[in-house]
């Protein structure tokens, strides 16, 4: 069963940090590209950050470059979102999403997490 279970989310005040997480099982995560997206009501799901396999190459939105880190950790297969300086504008579902190939392309969402930045 594939899998993607994220963690981290929660209440912060503008200008606070969270660090999000994504476990992820049942595929092959060390030949995954995984994501981290974010939806707020009424929008769609958009791209926050992205990372390679074997993390040497990442990309992210304009909106949080020099705030957020995506890194991951493949012996624990797992990826993480660092959070700094965290804007009102940052509040959102926050999902996992990981691709992967075999012979046909696969993708999987994770269920999200709610951040909140709020005074």
């Known amino acids: 069963q594939v899998l993607l279970v994220e963690s981290g989310g929660g209440l912060v005040q503008p200008g606070g940090s969270l660090r999000l997480s994504c476990a992820a099982s049942g595929f092959p995560f060390s030949r995954a590209i995984m994501s981290w997206y974010r939806q707020t009501l009424g929008n769609k799901r958009d791209l926050v950050a992205s990372i390679r396999i074997n993390g040497d190459t990442t990309d992210y939105a304009d909106s949080v470059k020099g705030r957020f880190t995506i890194s991951r950790d493949n012996a624990k297969e797992a990826v993480y979102l660092q959070m700094n300086n965290l804007k009102p504008e940052d509040s959102a579902v926050y999902y996992c999403?990981?691709?992967?190939?075999?012979?046909?392309?696969?993708?999987?969402w994770g269920q999200g997490t709610q951040v909140t930045v709020s005074s």
């Open positions: 999403k990981a691709n992967w190939w075999v012979g046909d392309p696969r993708q999987h």
